[in-house]
Nanobody, 124 residues
Framework: QVQLVESGGGLVQAGGSLSLSCAAS????????MGWFRQAPGKEREFVAG????????SYADSVKGRFTISRDNAKNSVYLQMNSLKPEDTAVYYC?????????????????WGQGTQVTVSS
């Protein structure tokens, strides 16, 4: 069992930055591929960014490439999402998720554990 707790959400103006953190507890953190997802009102949950178990590989949704950066610190059991040049369309609840498999994937259904989410609101 893995518990995930996100933090760092809030309200920011367009063009601003926010940094999200996700702290994990439970089994060995380096066993998991980690991902960030988001869900806006009335929309399906979507992949934002993912990182392999030791941080060697990353993957991003086209909508955030060049603006968001995912990273992890296995010694601190944490994964991060640095969000720059934020746009109103980035407004959503952001979730971190853990995948027990060894392959980095963008599919929501492949992730086994989820945090409770943190709200990010970008004003225009």
């Amino acid at each position: 069992q893995v518990q995930l707790v996100e933090s760092g959400g809030g309200l920011v103006q367009a063009g601003g930055s926010l940094s999200l953190s996700c702290a994990a507890s439970g089994r060995s953190f380096s066993s998991y591929v980690m991902g960030w997802f988001r869900q806006a009102p009335g929309k399906e949950r979507e992949f934002v960014a993912g990182i392999s178990r030791y941080g060697i590989s990353t993957s991003y949704a086209d909508s955030v490439k060049g603006r968001f950066t995912i990273s992890r610190d296995n010694a601190k059991n944490s994964v991060y999402l640095q969000m720059n040049s934020l746009k109103p369309e980035d407004t959503a609840v952001y979730y971190c998720a853990a995948d027990l498999s060894s392959k980095l994937t963008v599919e929501t259904r492949n992730y086994d554990y989820w945090g409770q989410g943190t709200q990010v609101t970008v004003s225009s």
